[in-house]
């Protein structure tokens, strides 16, 4: 069993940038591919970022490239997004991902909202 809490979300002008954390709590958080999705009001959750155990492999959303960075820290169970230079067609409720060999664990969610 995993669970998942994230935070740093708010509201923050186009341009800006922040810092959302996700803190995993349970066993064997290094073994887990963790991931960020988002859903914006009256759209699907989509794909944001992903991050590999050992953090040798990461990948993205095309509409978030060269923006964002996820990243991870195993000693503190921890998978990071850093969102910079953000844009109005990013806010969303961002949601933290662990998938391991058994069922995928999300987090409650953190809103993002960018004024423009």
């Known amino acids: 069993q995993v669970q998942l809490v994230e935070s740093g979300g708010g509201l923050v002008q186009a341009g800006g940038s922040l810092r959302l954390s996700c803190a995993a709590s349970?066993?064997?958080?290094?073994?887990?591919?963790m991931g960020w999705f988002r859903q914006a009001p009256g759209k699907e959750r989509e794909f944001v970022a992903a991050?590999?155990?050992?953090?040798?492999?990461?990948n993205y959303a095309d509409s978030v490239k060269g923006r964002f960075t996820i990243s991870r820290d195993n000693a503190k169970n921890t998978v990071y997004l850093q969102m910079n230079s953000l844009k109005a067609e990013d806010t969303a409720v961002y949601y933290c991902?662990?998938?391991?060999?058994?069922?995928?664990?999300w987090g409650q969610g953190t809103q993002v909202t960018v004024s423009s």
């Open positions: 991050i590999n155990w050992s953090s040798s492999s990461a």
């Open positions: 991902n662990a998938v391991g060999l058994g069922p995928a664990y």
């Open positions: 349970g066993r064997s958080f290094s073994t887990y591919r």
